[in-house]
């Protein structure tokens, strides 16, 4: 059974993504849920809300954190896929109303990475012959073959920085609101070959939330329901010890799409998709995703960068709102953050970062080494 088309989407809500010192992952949590149940026009959750599908990486208790917090005591659901988790969130709750297990659901990711006590990667660090890994070094892995066979350079990586961090200056719940030059990114210190200090996304605190229904039941809320035309999961090999890898894609990416492709019913997603929010944990996966996701041919981001086809106002904007560069990456709340950006867009609430006329729009959320990725398409009703 095809979901394409029969779940809605109809509140949307975000908390401020920022270094949260002062307030806990139950008040993050809290901000977007209430948010998007306003948005929905849900004024008793209680009795309006079925069930629960939630994400986090760092949540202590599973799902009595959620419960608990919103005094919401509902069938909830834990998932968990790395950094696409805020996006399988999506997916589960989207497959209960299809299946009609469920007439409405809410779907949250929250983290608060930085009530951990660390400076860096708020990961797993496991060593390889006593040196560390990082996801830094995980990711910059495309970088020397990408560069050799296709002539990209770190210039390329810093226009994405430049791009993202002007568009995060449109965005009200952005940490990051500074615009860069190129000659900024450049000279940014190093963290892993290619990767300056602006080619990698912060760590944040943050929370964002989704109510879905059924379609038919979404005209019960109000008539700006945004039509969820897909949402795909996807796996590969872990890329390091994969033999037939050829560190110029990332193969999640490429499966995760062509699924949620087929079941759009998209073949043309240039043309087709009007608005995009790539997974940007660093510039060279922004890059990589434009070619990934099939918007261009393999080795042709280099030219589409210098002619401004990903920015705001390109042929295919790209990260309207920041991205995890603008936002930071509180590990499960990015994926919602995504979609957050993409309802605001399809339904002409995105002020400054509006694109005109956005019809159709896209999430990219990948995570793990990486090895998994997920791809949300939605649609004005």
Known sequence: MSIAGKAAIVGAGCSDFAEHWTRSAEDLLVDAVLEACADAGIEDPRRQIDAVF?????????????????????????????????????????????????????????DKPKDRGVAGPSVNIRGVRDLPETPAGWFALCAAPYFARYGAGRE????????????????????????????????????????????????????????????????????????????ASASAPHPHTDPAHDFLRWKPTVAAAGAAYAMA?????????????????FTLTELLS??????????????????????????????TDGGLKAFGHPTAATGLRMVYENVLQLQGRAGARQVPGAGVALSHNIGGYPTGCAVAILARE
């Open 54 to 110: 939630a994400g986090s990486l760092y949540a202590p208790m599973g799902p009595v954190h959620v419960t608990e917090a919103l005094k919401l005591y509902k069938p909830t659901t834990m998932v968990y896929n790395y950094c696409a988790t805020g996006t399988e969130a999506l997916r589960a709750a989207v497959m209960a109303v299809v299946s009609g297990a469920h007439d409405t659901v809410l779907a949250v990711g929250f």
């Open 156 to 231: 390329d990586l810093a226009r994405i920085a430049v791009k993202n961090h002007y568009n995060g200056t449109l965005a009200p719940k952005s940490f990051l609101k500074r615009e860069l030059t190129v000659e900024d990114a450049l000279a940014a210190r190093m963290i892993a070959w290619p990767f300056g200090l602006y080619d990698c996304a912060a760590q944040t605190d943050g929370a964002a939330a989704v109510i879905v229904t059924r379609r038919e039941l979404a005209r019960n809320h109000h008539d700006r329901a945004v039509v969820v035309r897909a949402v």
């Open 265 to 281: 019913g998209i073949t043309d997603p240039m043309r087709q998709i009007d608005v995009a929010q790539l997974h940007d944990c």
């Open 290 to 319: 434009y070619e990934d996701l099939g918007f261009i041919a393999k080795g042709a981001a280099r030219e589409h960068i210098a002619a401004g086809t990903f920015a705001l106002g390109g042929e295919l904007p790209v990260n």
